[in-house]
């Protein structure tokens, strides 16, 4: 595949009654602000003063303070991508907890939305008998994307990875939720994901949203899987990571603001127009 321009960005709009304290976690990863062709910069309606800083997880967040009123949150931007599907590295092998590092342990543990104390029996009792690493986390991926349905409907956001095995429905934070847990019950460190993964080299489902993906440690690296779509995909555009849908909220409002309008997109962008040939400066014999 060759590589790809990914134009991407989205507008947010909110009513406050009040002024409102707002938490945003809208800017490209760092890990990915080198591919960034063009500036991600947050614009804000009306103009607003902005600052970032970096999180305890390493990610890129914006604080404002939102007027009374309504709010439009927007970017847009070009990133370059490799234009590869995520990788399959079946040679990445799992790690003994006593050899893993420390700053791994915490993707080990339970969190809000992945109670893993409610899954591990099950985690056990369905893939004690599959191959250590790359496989088991595959057969995990496997189980939850048959398990689950998607359905925006079944979306609400108190819903935990026990939850969304009961019920059998949800969306793409749900089906991570769920395959994040499987995977630390079963000592695979892993942690949640989100960011843009537009409908490229697929059909188009739909309208585009954020998207939610997991990552588990196995080889000494993190390595992508993605229960809700469960085949390798290119055109990902990392976001956010952390323990769960807690860490890498798109905003996070300390009073009243209500949702009026959210419109993502990611989409090809068409490759830069060559800059147009020269003509050639005339020999001695054309001249006069």
């Known amino acids: 595949?060759?590589?790809?321009?990914?134009?991407?960005?989205?507008?947010?709009?909110?009513?406050?009654?009040?002024?409102?304290?707002?938490?945003?976690?809208?800017?490209?990863?760092?890990?990915?602000?080198?591919?960034?062709?063009?500036?991600?910069?947050?614009?804000?309606?009306?103009?607003?003063?902005?600052?970032?800083?970096?999180?305890?997880?390493?990610?890129?967040?914006?604080?404002?303070?939102?007027?009374?009123?309504?709010?439009?949150?927007?970017?847009?931007?070009?990133?370059?991508?490799?234009?590869?599907?995520?990788?399959?590295?079946?040679?990445?092998?799992?790690?003994?907890?006593q050899d893993l590092p420390d700053e791994v342990l915490l993707y080990l543990l339970g969190s809000r939305y992945c109670d893993t104390d409610r899954l591990t029996q099950l985690a056990w009792t369905l893939f004690r008998d599959t191959p250590l690493g790359w496989a088991r986390v595959q057969a995990v991926a496997d189980y939850v994307h048959e398990r689950i349905v998607f359905d925006h409907a079944a979306a609400r956001p108190d819903k935990t990875a026990y939850q969304a095995w009961e019920e059998r429905a949800g969306v793409c934070r749900d089906y991570a939720h769920l395959a994040v847990a499987f995977c630390r019950c079963l000592n695979i460190p892993a942690r949640y994901c989100t960011g843009y993964l537009g409908d490229i080299g697929v059909p188009v489902v739909g309208a585009m949203d954020f998207s939610a993906w997991f990552e588990v440690y196995l080889g000494g690296a993190w390595?992508?899987?993605?229960?809700?779509?469960?085949?390798?995909?290119?055109?990902?555009?990392?976001?956010?990571?952390?323990?769960?849908?807690?860490?890498?909220?798109?905003?996070?409002?300390?009073?009243?603001?209500?949702?009026?309008?959210?419109?993502?997109?990611?989409?090809?962008?068409?490759?830069?127009?060559?800059?147009?040939?020269?003509a050639p400066p005339p020999t001695q014999g054309e001249v006069g």
């Open 223 to 278: 390595r992508t899987f993605d229960a809700r779509n469960n085949m390798p995909r290119m055109g990902r555009v990392l976001i956010a990571t952390g323990r769960d849908a807690v860490d890498t909220p798109i905003a996070t409002t300390f009073g009243d603001a209500k949702l009026v309008g959210f419109e993502v997109i990611s989409l090809e962008a068409p490759p830069v127009a060559a800059p147009p040939v020269a």
């Open 1 to 97: 595949m060759n590589p790809l321009r990914l134009q991407s960005g989205f507008r947010i709009s909110y009513d406050c009654p009040l002024p409102v304290p707002m938490m945003l976690m809208l800017s490209v990863h760092p890990s990915r602000r080198g591919d960034l062709e063009t500036p991600d910069w947050l614009v804000t309606d009306p103009v607003l003063p902005v600052r970032l800083y970096i999180d305890g997880y390493g990610n890129l967040c914006s604080r404002l303070l939102a007027p009374a009123g309504r709010l439009t949150l927007s970017a847009d931007f070009v990133v370059r991508d490799d234009g590869q599907i995520d990788p399959y590295e079946p040679q990445a092998v799992q790690h003994l907890v």
